[in-house]
């Protein structure tokens, strides 16, 4: 369970429960797992930019933007590494206070929709060879993940969206540093699709130097490095870098123009779960996050 109040950013209430417990299932066999979640995120001081990776900072509105989700998830682990996973989500998307001088209050409402309702079959297989789920030191992870809203009756919108990951671990050299990497791409596919459903990078977990959903677009990419270090005790160091661009469909890729910022942080490690927090410095500005669990 995490509760994250901030008077004027965020509030954030997510609880998860899980059995078998996700570290004791890593590295297993097993017939069968459940994961159910609920989770409220409010934030207070939203941000937008605008669309595409050519988006500017001068341009930042804010508005209120809610987001209640819960899913239940069904998991086999068909072997001690591949895993396969199909669940539903709920979600609702909330939006309001918009700016009275702003872009978005002027959009038409099928790309600035104040109220999304939609239920999401999900389906992922997994390739986990990490030595931990918590906190891995060795490993890696080839993820793919499918998410099909369809067009129903009590789905206020439809679409598809798609996401393929690769994760590696690797110990380096005494005392136990570790090298982190991560790469990733999403992509969303749809008519008419509201910048609340777009696929945003920057802030917490992805480009941590940047704001709050920097970029937005209808396709993204994401790459990730971390150099993890222990310091003392249950204390440890991170040094790293974050690189992401978006685009409007994955056609249009290219190795122009991608963002990146450095990034340095503290871990406290604790057996079940890790502390973390990291500050993320770029050409526009800097972030600074408290949170829970790796971002990777």
Known sequence: MIIF????????F?????????????GTIYPLALDVLFDYDKFVAYNYFGVGN????????????????????FTRGFTERFVGQIGLKYKKIESWDFDEN??????????????????????????DSRDSFIHPTSGMVVK??????????????????????????????????VFAARLGTMNIIGTNLP???????????????????????????????????????????LIGADFGRVWPSPDQFSFDGWQSNAVVGLRYYMDTYVVRLDVGIS?????????????F
């Open 54 to 73: 050519q988006s500017s900072f001068e341009d930042k509105e804010i508005y209120t933007r809610l987001v209640i989700e819960s899913s239940a998830m």
């Open 283 to 295: 050409a526009e500005t800097f972030g600074i996050y408290f949170n829970f669990g790796h971002i």
């Open 102 to 127: 702003g872009q978005l209050i002027n959009l038409m409402p099928t790309y600035n929709n104040p109220y999304l309702e939609f239920t999401t079959l999900y389906i992922s297989g997994r390739y």
């Open 144 to 177: 793919a993940d499918i998410d099909w809203t369809p067009k129903l009756d009590w789905n206020t919108i439809d679409f598809y969206q798609w996401s393929f990951w690769f994760q590696y671990y690797t110990k380096l050299f005494f005392p136990n540093t």
């Open 195 to 237: 910048i609340q459903l777009l696929i945003p990078i920057g802030s917490n977990r992805t480009l941590r130097g940047y704001p709050q959903d920097r970029f937005l677009d209808k396709s993204s990419a994401l790459i990730n490095l971390e150099l993890r270090f222990p310091l003392f005790g249950r204390f440890g160091g």
């Open 14 to 26: 997510r609880t998860v429960f899980s059995i078998p417990d996700f570290e004791l299932r890593q």
């Open 5 to 12: 109040f901030s008077t004027k950013g965020e509030k954030w």
